[in-house]
Structures are given as C-alpha cells and as structure tokens.
C-alpha cells in the first residue's frame, strides 16, 4: 500500500510539472507571436507611411536615405543587448514593454522589404518560416536527444556567418551572398531546434513569478531572433524582386 501511495505521489508530482511546463512553453510562444505580429505591423505600417503613390515621402526619405537610417537599424541591435544584460534587473512588466518596443523597432527596419520584394512573395515566405518554424520547434520540443553539441557547433558556424556577411560588404559577391544566405538558413533551422530544446530544459518548476517571467520572455526573444533570421534568409531565396 505504501508503495502505491508513493507510486501516485510521484505521477501527481510529474503531472503537476508538466503542466507546469506546458503553461510556460505556452507562455513563450504567445510571447514570440505577439512579437512578430507588432513587427509585422510596424513593417507594414512603416512603409505605407514611407512610400504613397510610388514615390517616398518625408517619412520615407528619413527612414530610406537620410542619416536616420542607421539610427533605425541599429537601434534594434541597442535594444536586444539592453535587454539581455539588464532583464535581471527589471520587472517582468518593464521587460515585456521593453521587448515590445524592439519588435517594433525591428519591424521598422524590415519595412525596406516592401521597396524591393512583391507583397505576395513575402506573405508566402512568411508561411513557409512558419511551417518550418513549427516543424522544427516541435522536433526541438519532443526529442530526447540532447542537441547540445549541435548547438555548439551551429553557433560557431553562426560567428562564421557574420563575419562572412560584412567580407561581402566590400565584396558585393553574389556567389558569396548565395552561400551565406543557403548556411543562414540552415544554422537558423538548426538553431530553432536546439533553443526550443534548451528554452524548455530551463524551466524549474520552483520558479517564482518574476524569474520565470524573465525567463519566458528571453526564450521568446530568442526563438523570436531564430524565426526573423530564419525568414529574412528564405526570402532571399523565395522572394520575388519587383
């Protein structure tokens, strides 16, 4: 009998955490989707201020061909930094609104897809990241193998990536940007697996309301990052240039 007891303990136990975990993988896909939905808006948005009638506005100008430019596209890049290294000193509702204000600005600075790739050709590719995403993601989720060396050596590929990037800055290879953009989306479609994986392994479920909050909202940043880079890679591929 007390091995009974102690057997429906440990079930009532593991029920307990795993719907503890469902709750905050929930939390973090709902985080990373409202994300991209503020993006897509501010993209689309951005642009409709910026160009009317064929032609750039004021808007458009600053935001295309002034100096403002920079500020908008490294602007993002000021605020994810700010918010990895300061989230452990902020409130869970201060991290949130800081994490909406750089999806923001993030799609502020994809509004310029709209000036060189056809509307249809970017829905489509949206659809077929999150296709991939999902498929992925879920891998990443349900699978028992530990994916911690392929992490590792995707993120060494990813700091190849980069510097390959600004090499064909001065370049403007277009063989070179072909590979880059093939690598991008295989690094990234890997990278989606192995940081669901890893996202969801840092769920314990001792946790107070203000770690895991914090917690959520950095596993949705970055599953946020994997999804924008994974789309941003493909479209160089399925996108339809105007």
Do not use: H
Request: charged content about 10%; proline content about 1%.
């Amino acid at each position: 009998m007390a091995d009974l007891r102690n057997y429906q303990s440990r079930a009532q136990t593991g029920e307990v955490i795993d719907q503890g975990l469902r709750a905050y993988m929930l939390k973090v896909y709902n985080l990373m989707a409202l994300g991209l939905a503020i993006t897509g808006v501010a993209a689309y948005l951005g642009f409709n201020f910026a160009v009317q009638d064929n032609q750039l506005t004021q808007f458009g100008v600053l935001l295309f061909q002034s100096p403002l430019r920079w500020v908008v596209i490294l602007a993002p890049l000021a605020a994810v930094f700010f918010l990895s290294f300061r989230i452990n000193r902020m409130s869970v509702a201060a991290a949130q609104t800081t994490f909406w204000v750089y999806a923001a600005l993030v799609g502020l600075s994809l509004a310029s897809i709209f000036l060189i790739y056809t509307q249809s050709s970017i829905t489509q590719t949206f659809f077929v990241t999150a296709a991939s995403f999902g498929a992925l993601s879920l891998f990443g989720y349900t699978t028992k193998r530990d994916l911690s060396a392929m992490g590792s050596f995707l993120i060494m590929g990813l700091f190849g990536l980069i510097i390959a990037s600004l090499v064909n800055i001065f370049l403007a290879s277009s063989a070179l940007q072909f590979a880059i953009s093939a690598i991008g989306v295989l690094i990234f479609a890997g990278l989606t697996a192995y940081d669901t994986q890893r996202i969801k392994e840092m769920y314990y479920e001792a946790d107070g309301y203000d770690v895991a909050g914090r917690k959520a909202i950095m596993g949705a940043l970055t599953l946020y990052l994997d999804f924008i880079n994974l789309f941003m890679f493909l479209l160089q591929f399925m996108g339809n240039r105007k």
